[in-house]
């Protein structure tokens, strides 16, 4: 994995979920989704494209968590304000 790409986190809102997810990538590769359903948060983590394990910064990956969260109990209450992607 290249040291110059980065985790970002995107609001989405799937056809195949009820509520908003976080979508966590590293560059253009989606390395996990921060989702609420069953009422309470779960991680789903995606293998990578290449087969290989991920091997990604802890803080970077801590702080993406930590985004990803706030920013679904900001949106949890306010269906009017999903996000497409």
Do not use: C, H
């Not at 290249?2 to 997810?21: F, G, H, I, K």
């Not at 390395?31 to 290449?50: D, H, I, K, R, S």
């Not at 802890?58 to 269906?79: D, F, H, I, S």
């Amino acid at each position: 994995m290249s040291d110059q790409q980065e985790l970002s986190v995107v609001l989405a809102s799937p056809r195949d979920r009820n509520a908003l997810v976080a979508q966590i990538n590293w560059g253009w590769a989606q390395f996990a989704e921060l989702n609420q359903e069953g009422g309470e948060l779960q991680l789903e983590v995606y293998p990578p494209v290449t087969g290989d394990a991920w091997n990604l910064p802890y803080e970077a990956v801590m702080n993406a968590l930590t985004q990803a969260a706030r920013l679904l109990a900001g949106k949890a209450g306010n269906p009017a304000s999903k996000d497409t992607k």
